[in-house]
């Protein structure tokens, strides 16, 4: 009769076992205990993959044996990528593929050729083989391509990382994947395209310096230009206006309108150099120049919307290099990259989507701003420079040998200058109460009655660099990217930030937040693991002994007690 009922027992909890995994089966779930909460995604994520209409593919392109880095990588993008399957279902399909993977060599390089197309650059790195083989040098191009419908758009994972921070550029990495996907999705399947205008007017470039900033710019928005000096009106229908290094005044009407656009809800980033200090007067003079004021006459329009851009240059000792001429030898130049204070290599703020856990952004000659008071207004430093900073107040002298003594050294003592600023809020006119009757009849008749304040809520970004956005032009090359210093070759991570700073302006606001996401390195004490080595060691290998050991007692004791009557 027991065995009989131990039988049936047994057999009853392994059916209940059989159910229940099947019940669970049906339920996907996780809980995440990472204090930075990880492993969750957002709930603009979650929204936007259950809003899909039709499948999103998205092709990986990290299948294969790599260094330790980018393997966590992948392992992280794999189970990023589950989670979105989880929310999208039958309309969300991914896979991993080894890029090239059993093609010649002509369709191989068509194939790298088409990647590089779409944006997405190999990385070189040395891998094994095979297994207790040697390492080979192989292009990882740790990447995706998302496809909906007819169309398809490239996600860089490393894009905007430094190349020389290693372990600290994965991890980083790791952190925006979730924007990464979740953004190139909500691109890739919106049917209405914002669109976006560039000021132009005031001297405003439109040449191949701009090329980098235009390229990035019509692959997420329609992009036409605006003439303030001439055009009657800024049209609303475009959802922000950058105004871009202009080196020519602004008259009151100019301003009148762009304060116009403002108060009915338009959003502006402003990149303005307020002195002549110009790479090109570098280069040509290769001495001292004098940096002075432009005159723009946007000092009252800045001030009245909550910030002042300071007639001063900023120093770091964070900054770039400049090739000079030390002497000659043989009859040719001898040239030596030195470090110039000026090219300000600046941080990003740590605690906003914007420029959150991005590369070191690459100014020239930039200025300081100040935040000043304004009503209802919440203002935000996003870009600032290093803890070791100066200012130079104009007339200003720029020299090459910037530096010239450890004195000099000492004196860059103050911390994160702010150079760019994002303003939220209702703003107020700069010409409330004081417009002439004729310039209200001109709005009246043109059925933009004048507002003395803005109705809704708007944004605008005010950096005090205009050549963030710009791009220099090599003479072999042509046009670099955006942020590439042409002597030192290095990328900043000044189209992400461009690109970033606008996407905040006119984009999903929820989407971009998760850009905040941190993920904490816990590194293992390399002291302590070898102290306590043995110790762990012991305790691996001896512990599940002697909890089995003890166990079996158990059970032989609790046996023993039940049959021995």
Do not use: C
């Not at 090239?100 to 094994?128: C, H, M, Y």
């Not at 309108?257 to 003079?285: F, P, T």
């Not at 329009?301 to 007639?311: A, C, E, S, T, W």
């Not at 003479?475 to 042409?486: I, Q, T």
């Amino acid at each position: 009769m027991k065995k009989k009922s131990t039988a049936q027992y047994i057999f009853l909890a392994a059916l209940s076992l059989v159910v229940i995994n099947y019940v669970i089966s049906f339920f996907n779930f996780n809980i995440d205990l990472t204090k930075e909460k990880r492993f969750t995604l957002s709930q603009p994520t979650r929204q936007l993959l259950m809003s899909l209409e039709e499948p999103v593919e998205v092709t990986v392109l990290l299948k294969g044996e790599f260094p330790a880095g980018f393997k966590k990588l992948a392992n992280s993008t794999t189970a990023l990528l589950r989670d979105f399957k989880q929310h999208g279902r039958a309309n969300f399909q991914f896979r991993f593929l080894s890029p090239a993977e059993d093609l010649n060599d002509s369709t191989r390089v068509a194939f790298i050729d088409s990647l590089a197309w779409l944006g997405l650059q190999p990385t070189n790195v040395k891998a094994q083989t095979k297994k207790g083989e040697g390492e080979e040098n192989r292009l990882v191009f740790p990447g995706a391509v998302i496809r909906y419908k007819d169309r398809v758009i490239a996600v860089d994972l490393l894009e905007g990382q430094s190349s020389l921070e290693g372990v600290n550029a994965l991890n980083n990495a790791e952190a925006l994947l979730e924007f990464k996907f979740a953004n190139a999705i909500q691109k890739i399947i919106r049917e209405e395209v914002p669109a976006i205008a560039y000021a132009i007017g005031h001297g405003q470039s439109l040449d191949y310096n701009m090329k980098s900033l235009f390229d990035a710019l019509k692959s997420d928005y329609y992009v036409d230009t605006v003439n303030i000096r001439t055009q009657p009106f800024i049209p609303q229908d475009f959802q922000a206006v950058l105004i871009i290094k202009p080196v020519e005044e602004f008259t009151e009407s100019d301003k009148l309108k762009i304060d116009q656009y403002i108060m009915r809800g338009g959003k502006v980033m402003w990149m303005i150099d307020n002195l002549y200090a110009e790479l090109d007067s570098l280069q040509r003079a290769q001495s001292d120049f004098v940096a002075f004021d432009r005159g723009l006459n946007l000092t009252d329009l800045l001030f009245k919307y909550g910030v002042r851009i300071n007639p001063d240059l900023v120093q770091d000792l964070q900054s770039d290099q400049v090739p000079i001429v030390i002497g000659t030898m043989g009859g040719k130049a001898q040239i030596q990259p030195i470090p110039f204070p000026y090219f300000v290599q600046l941080n990003g703020a740590v605690d906003h989507p914007v420029s959150r856990n991005l590369d070191k952004i690459l100014s020239y000659f930039p200025s300081s701003i100040d935040t000043v008071g304004a009503q209802g207004i919440k203002k935000t430093v996003i870009l600032h420079t290093s803890v070791n900073a100066r200012r130079l107040s104009t007339p200003a002298m720029v020299s090459l040998n910037s530096l010239k003594t450890e004195e000099d050294l000492n004196t860059f003592r103050e911390q994160n200058i702010p150079v760019g600023v994002l303003l939220e809020g209702r703003f107020n006119s700069l010409f409330a109460n004081r417009i002439s009757r004729a310039a209200a009849d001109s709005l009246s008749a043109m059925g933009l009655p004048f507002r003395s304040a803005a109705d809704t809520p708007t944004a605008m970004v005010v950096i005090a660099d205009g050549d963030i956005a710009q791009n220099q032009v090599s003479r072999n090359e042509g046009p670099l990217p955006m942020g590439m210093n042409p002597y030192t070759r290095y990328p900043f991570a000044n189209k992400e930030f461009v690109m970033n700073t606008i996407e905040y302006l006119v984009g999903n606001t929820g989407i971009l937040e998760t850009r905040s996401k941190d993920y904490t390195l816990r590194l293992l004490n390399k002291k302590k693991i070898e102290e306590e080595k043995t110790g762990w060691q012991l305790l691996n290998i001896l512990a599940p002994v002697l909890l089995i050991t003890l166990a079996g007692g158990i059970f032989q004791f609790v046996r023993k007690q039940k049959y021995q009557h």
